[in-house]
């Protein structure tokens, strides 16, 4: 039997349909801005970089309350949906395209390893999405292999090498060997210091290459010690560099001459035992910074957060820098369209409740870099954490980073 | 030539190392037959238990305590998870089932102890080289080729001269005709599944003295163990022993001359044996052809 359609129904209809379009465009706009915008990260929350990968997420997270607390992006909430890349290229890749596709993020932002911000560079290249690599350190990514989508919060290898290469050659001499984690960062990384030594005169008396994940280190400590060098150049980090060095100290080899390396952090300075606990590093942020404004007020936010004796690390910065840097972008081209975002962070400053030290912090437009400080300096070999390191100077990034020319990066926006 | 001289003896203690895990791992092989991929789980464990306990035992303390638990806890999630498993004839279902706590182990660890890497103290009297031209011979590594060295042998006079060693080779050699003269076999694997997971934890605490603790630990030292026990023959202790010393001493030699190769020379090693002599130097023959 078919339903019969009296006068009366419809007249009842019609009532609900009009009225319904009275309602709903007030309902869709409240809609629309409670859609948050999605900002994805990968990071490795699993194997050597683990605690690393943490420290980024933990500092992007304290970004996300600030922002959310101040309106979100364009008056929208932010939310920030986090995957585990293991420190792997491919993972990273596949985890990309996942946070892209499936959950519909507007932004992508991470990386420890290199590696990875060099796969996840391609990936948001090819979907022409903007990617703020927080720490992946080698140098093609804002250079051989630079993209328009790409801008990053870490400094480069190089520039890891330039805050510390001149220190080492004049305190102990030209005679270097290398241990380098064989891998983008590393490769980077010990070219980067190479060149800069036989700029200054001095000699490369061997490289060893040490996969990452490596646990003996001891075949390659021979070969260091064999070649009786000025100095001893580790250019491991995370958890390699932990073992590499607490070896390294086993061996007495910190008596038979000094160590350095590129880069250090508080989780790995953390991991040492105390006998390894020496040796001139950089780092790429410092939690004690007395006369700098702001970086009191962050640490005791920092801990007030995370209610677990820990102090935030560069690697806490760097996510923290990061999701900021996007908002702010997104903030000044009132758009979230990634081109018109990649276009206002060029050249943009950070302003100093953000950037949290004392040199002057911009994206610089040729290469999409941020210039911002190393912190060399020598461990502390009876620190006690958070007191393990002391900083000698705040090198801003702008006087040692490589010239955009140099950098090779040729930026492919499309006309 | 002394590159070549240093690297073989450095392989040879590391090969020492990799022998230690092989045992446990070719103890639970042979008696429960359990191909146990949690074993890297199991010297995590025994790792993260010695860093929580050595400053209420020292260290020495936490190096005997920190195994016997780690074998209670092996004997657990052998009641719980592995026996159930007995039953079935494929080995694939336990292989499965320890691949996935080896995962769970990770996972937990982090979540106890947090992703960031833990430094363990080792004591000053053995952390020290014992010559300046020999830097790589540490007391510690000595220590631990002392250690390996008593546990073998601890291990081969329970074999040997106990009732519980001879049941457990009794069991070996033909489980159903053990259980028929009256033991419990159930018991004795629960036995024998902790005493391997002992070892594990005996090369947790071990290891930590060399390298930093973090969760992943396990996973790159687990895999030179298996490959020991295939080299050196499944079934056999001495085999297990015998073949991670010899990739051991494999490794450091390769690294002299070509080090990207290091690792992959113990695959070969392993190839090799498979395709002569499958079973293994001192394995016995059925089990590969």
């Known amino acids: 039997m078919l339903p019969k359609i009296t006068r009366r129904l419809l007249v009842q209809t019609g009532a609900v349909l009009g009225a319904s379009t009275v309602f709903a465009p007030a309902k869709l706009a409240f809609g629309q801005g409670d859609v948050p915008i999605k900002v994805g990260m990968h990071d490795p929350l699993t194997g050597t970089y683990a605690a690393e990968g943490d420290s980024e997420v933990r500092g992007a997270k304290m970004a996300l309350a600030e922002i959310n607390a101040k309106g979100g992006m364009l008056g929208r909430k932010v939310e920030l949906v986090v995957e585990d890349d293991s420190a792997n290229a491919g993972l990273a890749a596949q985890k990309a395209h996942k946070l892209l596709e499936k959950d519909g993020c507007a932004f992508l932002m991470g990386a420890v390893s290199s590696a990875t911000a060099l796969s996840v560079n391609q990936v948001a290249h090819d979907k022409k999405v903007l990617y703020m690599v927080t720490g992946g350190h080698t140098d093609p990514v804002t250079g051989s292999q630079c993209h328009w989508t790409t801008f990053r919060v870490c400094t480069t290898t190089y520039m890891l090498a330039a805050g510390l290469a001149g220190t080492l050659y004049k305190k102990f001499g030209g005679k270097w060997y290398f241990i380098t984690p064989d891998y983008a960062f590393g490769h980077t990384l010990q070219e980067a210091y190479a060149k800069l030594l036989k700029g200054m005169g001095g000699t490369v008396l061997g490289n060893s290459l040490s996969p990452l994940g490596t646990t003996d280190f001891t075949s390659f400590l021979i070969k260091a010690q064999q070649s009786k060098p000025d100095v001893l150049i580790n250019l491991c980090d995370g958890q390699d560099l932990v073992n590499s060095m607490k070896q390294a100290a086993q061996f007495g080899l910190m008596k038979q001459f000094p160590i350095g390396g590129g880069l250090s952090e508080l989780e790995v300075l953390a991991a040492l035992p105390k006998e390894a606990k ?28 995370y209610n677990d004796r820990s102090y935030p690390s560069a690697r806490t910065w760097f996510g923290y820098a990061g999701l900021h840097a996007i908002a702010l972008g997104v903030a000044k081209a009132n758009s979230l369209e990634s081109h018109k975002v990649a276009r206002a962070l060029e050249g943009l400053e950070l302003p100093s409740e953000i950037k949290l030290q004392p040199n002057r912090v911009y994206f610089r437009p040729g290469d999409h870099q941020l210039m911002s400080s190393e912190f060399p300096g020598e461990i502390i070999q009876d620190g006690t954490y958070p007191h393990l390191f002391k900083v000698a100077d705040i090198v801003p990034g702008e006087k040692i980073a490589l010239s955009e020319k140099e950098t090779g990066c040729k930026l492919d926006y499309q006309a | ?40 789980g199991f010297l995590v464990i025994g790792a993260y238990l010695a860093f929580t306990l050595s400053p209420y035992l020292g260290f020495w303390g936490a190096l005997i305590i920190s195994p016997i638990l780690v074998g209670a806890i092996g004997m657990l999630v052998e009641r719980l998870l592995v026996r159930p498993l007995y039953k079935r004839s494929d080995p694939l279902y336990s292989l499965l089932l320890t691949f996935g706590i080896a995962l769970v182990i990770e996972d937990l660890t982090r979540t106890i102890w947090g992703p960031q890497g833990l430094p363990l103290e080792i004591p000053d009297i053995i952390n020290s080289p014992v010559s300046t031209q020999y830097f790589f011979i540490t007391g510690y590594r000595l220590f631990v080729v002392a250690v390996t060295a008593a546990a073998a042998i601890g291990l081969y006079l329970l074999l040997r001269y106990t009732l519980l060693g001879i049941r457990i080779r009794a069991g070996i050699s033909d489980l159903e005709t053990t259980s028929a003269l009256g033991v419990n076999i159930y018991r004795l694997r629960a036995l024998n599944f902790g005493f391997g997971c002992m070892f594990a934890g005996l090369a947790g605490v071990l290891a ?3 390298l930093g603790l973090t969760p992943p630990m396990g996973n790159s030292l687990i895999m030179p163990s298996f490959v020991a026990i295939i080299v050196g023959g499944v079934g056999s202790l001495l085999g297990a022993l015998l073949g991670g010393l010899i990739i051991g001493l494999a490794a450091g030699i390769t690294t002299t001359y070509y080090p990207a190769a290091s690792e992959a020379v113990i695959y070969l090693i392993m190839l090799i044996v498979l395709v002569i002599r499958p079973r293994g130097l001192f394995g016995e023959q059925g089990l590969f052809e």
Do not use: C, R
């Open chain 2, 1 to 40: 030539m002394t590159l070549l001289i240093f690297n073989a003896f450095n392989g040879l203690i590391q090969g020492v190392f990799y022998a230690l895990m092989a045992l446990g791992l070719a103890l639970i092989l042979s008696l429960n037959s359990v191909i146990n991929m949690a074993h890297g």
């Open chain 1, 278 to 305: 020496v040796g001139w590093w950089t780092l790429e942020w410092w939690w004690d910074q007395p006369n700098t404004p702001h970086v009191g007020d962050w640490v005791s936010n920092y801990q007030k957060t």
């Open chain 2, 208 to 210: 930590a003295g060399v």
